[in-house]
């Protein structure tokens, strides 16, 4: 009768892990996930710097033919 203390033991280990993991569950619902973020509005970003490479060229450009 030795194996009564020890398979009892054995369940409440599993149920512990069981109770741990739908906690952890519970807690992940409503996260987003790996990749789900938002993302970048890489085109707008690209023409905002393309915009101000040009204008920097232009103000450069201008700059030059001031000091006559």
Do not use: C, F, H
Request: no cysteine; glycine share 8%.
């Amino acid at each position: 009768m030795t194996d009564k203390p020890e398979t009892d033991e054995i369940a409440n280990e599993i149920t512990e892990a069981a109770r741990i993991a739908r906690e952890t569950a519970e807690r992940a619902e409503g996260t987003p996930k790996p990749g789900e973020g938002k993302k970048w509005p890489l085109a707008k970003i690209g023409l905002g710097i393309g915009s101000a490479a040009l204008a920097a060229a232009v103000i450069y450009a201008a700059r030059s033919r001031n000091k006559r």
